[in-house]
Every structure is written in structure tokens, then in C-alpha cells.
């Protein structure tokens, strides 16, 4: 059961939680916005948001670690479709007031 949506989620007009994620387009990271459901994130293949970008918004390197049905791989940046708007969008807004929460020990979070 879900007490508290995670950090930038939205329910949709079904009431299905969605999340945002930027557009990639030919390796290229977009500032297109677009909200996926959990049922849709897992027909794409989407980067981490700490993935390191250059100034053009361009894959610094070749393989970016990314999820895809449910998995965690490494990727090529041509067929990366997403990437996730910020690390925090995982969590709720609760979670995200515990200092240092990266950090923290994970029983406590």
C-alpha cells in the first residue's frame, strides 16, 4: 500500500500514479517532459538521472546504466527512450526530510 506518492509523481485522470521523465532523442537528452505510468515505464528503456551528461545534453559515456522491464542494465545511448527527471523522484516528500538521506541507514528511511 502507498501512503504518499513519490517527489514530482501526479495521478492521472484513470488514477494511475505517474512519473516525469525527460525525452531522449538520438542520444540526446531533451528538456521534453513527458509522464509514464509504472505500466509504461517498463516498455522503455530509462537512464538514471545522475547519469553524466556534456554541456549539450549529449551521453557522456558509451554504456549508461539504465532500467528496463523491471531490470537493471547497462545501455547503449542509442537506445535510450527516457531519463528520469531528478534521483529524488523515487521517494516521497517524507522521506526526503531525513538529512543526508542518501546516506542514511536503510531500516530507519
Known amino acids: 500500500m502507498i501512503n504518499s506518492l513519490a517527489t514530482y509523481s501526479k495521478i492521472n485522470k484513470y488514477g494511475f500514479i505517474e512519473s516525469p521523465y525527460r525525452k531522449v532523442v538520438n542520444g540526446k ?3 521534453d517532459v513527458e509522464y509514464l505510468s509504472a505500466i509504461d515505464e517498463d516498455k522503455f528503456c ?5 547519469a553524466p551528461l556534456t554541456k549539450s545534453n549529449q551521453f557522456v559515456r558509451d554504456l549508461v546504466s539504465c532500467r528496463k522491464d523491471g531490470d537493471f542494465i547497462m545501455s547503449t545511448t542509442d537506445k535510450i527512450d527516457y531519463m528520469d527527471v531528478s534521483p529524488k523522484q523515487l521517494v516521497s516528500v517524507a522521506a526526503l526530510l531525513i538529512p543526508f538521506f542518501e546516506n542514511d541507514d536503510a531500516n530507519r528511511a
Open 29 to 31: 537528452v531533451t528538456n
Open 46 to 50: 530509462i537512464a538514471q538521472a545522475n
